[in-house]
């Protein structure tokens, strides 16, 4: 990573399809003074906004639909090497494209952290009109499950998995919110 003067930011760019995790890093990485974070959904979109402004650092997921993070990473080693740091559910198991992507030129390969999403999701909680946060919890349950109970967040993370669990919020935030009804006259 380059040496930075006082008073200059590294500029972080998010490369991962999953919203929730965009925010993640976006929540994380922002309560550091001297770090910018930009992020994209996509490879694509991604290399349009490298061009725009030039990130110091990249955070990558390998999973990815059209481009895969692993095709990206070559892409990235090829034209313009950066620091990337693979940010993925397949660094658990030392899975082969694990191998792969250090060889190509990652810096290193993290899992996702699970606690990370429970942490998040916490906060949000947090900030959001809720008697307790036991309701909150209650609230994301019902929206998920259909139900008033559930595990412990991390127990559910860990019965479905990073990316069931990041699937199932995407699939419930993506559903229209029904109609307000109407007051009685």
């Known amino acids: 990573m380059p040496h930075m003067r006082a008073g200059e930011h590294i500029h972080v760019l998010v490369v991962d399809d999953s919203a ?7 929540s994380v990485l922002g309560r550091e003074s001297g770090i910018t974070v930009d992020v994209a959904a996509h490879p694509l979109i991604a290399r349009t906004k490298m061009e725009r402004h030039r990130p110091d650092v990249i955070v990558l997921d390998l999973e990815m639909p059209h481009v895969d993070g692993l095709t990206f990473l070559q892409r990235i080693m090829a034209t313009d090497p950066i620091p990337v740091l693979v940010c993925s559910a397949l660094a658990r198991g030392g ?13 290193d390969v993290v899992q996702k952290p699970a606690s990370g999403i429970q942490d998040f999701l916490y906060e949000v909680g947090k900030r959001h009109p809720f008697a307790t946060l036991r309701d909150w919890f209650a609230c994301l349950y019902q929206v998920l499950l259909g139900a008033q ?16 669990t990041i699937g199932l919020i995407e699939t419930a935030l993506a559903r229209e919110a029904p109609a307000p009804e109407a007051p009685a006259a």
């Open 20 to 26: 929730v995790m965009r925010q993640v890093m976006i």
């Open 95 to 107: 899975a082969d494209s694990v191998i792969r992507a250090l060889e190509y030129g990652a810096v």
């Open 149 to 164: 109970e559930g595990p412990r967040f991390g127990g559910f993370v860990a019965l479905y998995g990073i990316p069931g």
